[in-house]
């Protein structure tokens, strides 16, 4: 079975919230909107969002580490919240594994909302049903697309491709190889959810220089500034 | 979480419906017994009465808590898997079988359809009142499982949350039995008012241990498994919006700790020290006003047991809202 999911590499991510406003923005105007603003230019606005980005810090100043937390719907393989609602709004879709929400069933009662440790489910205050994240369902299924654009909005956006997108099952897929080989993980997992969009760690690429590599012991034109062994041979006595 | 008064209101009332049909029905076994005197008719069906009101204000005040009240219907598709759903098949239920209960008992209809053994005369309400009596258990028991059935909310999976919002609802039921009996002068208040007494007991003791239970536990997870950045000092920068949001509104219920350490005490004191006292002295003085205080006392306790209720659950998702948490 395919398990559509995104693989998000913290390691790359700059919190530019680019894919904020590119769900916002195809989302608000597609199937699954509006996603209503509510006072949006007063005091104390709110507004219904699939995608946030938060900032955090490990360690403690100077010594700090910048994490920039890119946050959303999980589409867990074993979902808390779709066994829970009452009217069958919520459903996990058979063929690609999204979670989705009917907005004609869904009467919102929150309960599903409380059901999901990740609190990745928001109510849309003027429509009054619940929202979250589709994975762009109305743009990964469309076949009028090429296959390029058939992708979510966030994946298309994000300038420093932190995001991946494709199907956690293959494992010859490009976000499964991603997992299994940058060491990628899942939040919370120890309710049991398996949460198939998975993170990718903070990782340092560096290399090891010896100070001999930079500088060559045995070069001829430096015969004469050779400085003479305390004792005995060295290896590149011996070598040549 | 953020106390909804729509929810509060819906359990509290329904408890207190369901307890009064349940201390209802048991006098008349009681009595069939002749372990107490036969009541009249009348306070059968205006005390079932008062419990189909109280389920029905309960149902009223639900509708306050849904986005779409009128799509309520489709919430009755999906007993296989959700308990909400499964409370809203019971609860019409009970209302139905607690309207038939007053009703046959209203028309008299209650001479034995057979006899069992030959010392048990079973009529139409003792057959009806037995599935309104299994009704309201159940009834009971989806209600609490709604929030018990909850793994991530600790402070709400526990059998002790049944246990809770069994004995608590019982216990108002049969005060507010008591407080009827009192006021139609029946024999009765003193049967009542015990029972009321034994079940805010026995309500004193689960709300104990799921208060102290509350006060102790540590969640599951913590904030290195929420990002998965496993450094023993994470700070959070931005939250990712200047404003509120749902999330921000939804799990957290923004009082301090005094605050609710006030409504502990309080609720403490109105739902089961107060109305234990003035049942007894109601039983001294052989008051027939004192029971009718006890149980609006009772309830007004009840009220702020739920909201404390509310306040003691701890949302995992609250780990990505540091400074609000
Ligand atoms: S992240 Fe939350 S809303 Fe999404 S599938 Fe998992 S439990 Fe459901
Ligand atoms: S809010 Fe809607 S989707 Fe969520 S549990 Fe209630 S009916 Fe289902």
Known sequence: MTQLALVIDLNVCVGCHACVTSCKEWNTSGWAGPMTDLRPYDEDPSGTFFNRVQTYEAGIFPNTETYHFPKSCLHCEDPPCVPVCPTGASYKREDNGVVLVDYDKCIGCKYCSWACPYGAREIDEKQRVMKKCTLCIDRITDLSLAESLRKPACVLACPTNARLFGDVHDPNSEVSVAIREEGGYQLQPEWGTRPANHYLPRRKTRIQIHEDELVRADNPLKKEQLPTPEAGETLDDVAW | ?325
């Open chain 2, 1 to 325: 979480m953020h106390p909804a008064f729509s929810v509060i209101f819906l359990t509290t009332l329904i408890g207190a419906g369901q307890g009064l049909f349940l201390a209802l029905y048991t006098g008349q076994l009681y009595s069939l017994a002749r372990l107490l005197p036969v009541q009249s008719e009348s306070f059968y069906a205006l005390g079932s009465i008062i419990a189909l009101a109280l389920l029905v204000a309960g149902l009223v005040a639900s509708v306050f808590h849904l986005g779409r009240p009128e799509r309520a219907w489709r919430a009755a598709t999906q007993w296989r898997t959700s308990w909400l759903s499964r409370e809203v098949i019971a609860l019409p239920a009970a209302m139905g079988l607690i309207l038939l209960y007053g009703l046959f008992h209203y028309l008299g209809w209650t001479n034995p359809l057979f006899v069992v053994s030959e010392t048990l005369p079973v009529d139409i309400t003792l057959i009806v009142g037995a599935l309104a009596t299994l009704a309201s258990f159940v009834l009971f028991l989806c209600t609490a499982m709604i929030y018990a059935s909850l793994r991530f909310i600790k402070a709400w999976h526990s059998p002790l949350t049944v246990a809770n919002f069994l004995f608590l609802g019982i216990a108002s039921g049969f005060m507010l039995a008591a407080a009827l009996s009192a006021y139609m002068g029946t024999e009765l208040v003193a049967f009542y008012g015990t029972w009321a007494v034994i079940a805010t007991l026995l309500g004193g003791v689960s709300r104990g241990s799921s208060l102290y239970r509350n006060s102790r536990f540590r969640c599951k997870v913590d904030m290195q498994s929420a990002l998965g950045v496993h450094h023993a000092q994470l700070h959070q920068k931005a939250q990712g919006f200047m404003g509120g949001s749902f999330n921000t509104r939804e799990f957290f219920h923004g009082k301090s700790e005094a605050f609710l350490l006030m409504i502990r005490y309080l609720f403490l004191l109105l739902v089961f020290a107060l109305p234990v006292l003035l049942i007894l002295l109601a039983y001294l003085l052989e008051s027939s006003r004192l029971p009718v205080a006890a149980f609006a006392i009772q309830y007004i306790g009840l009220v702020l047991e739920r909201y404390h209720f509310f306040t003691e659950a701890k949302h995992p998702q609250n780990l990505y809202y540091q400074s609000m948490a």
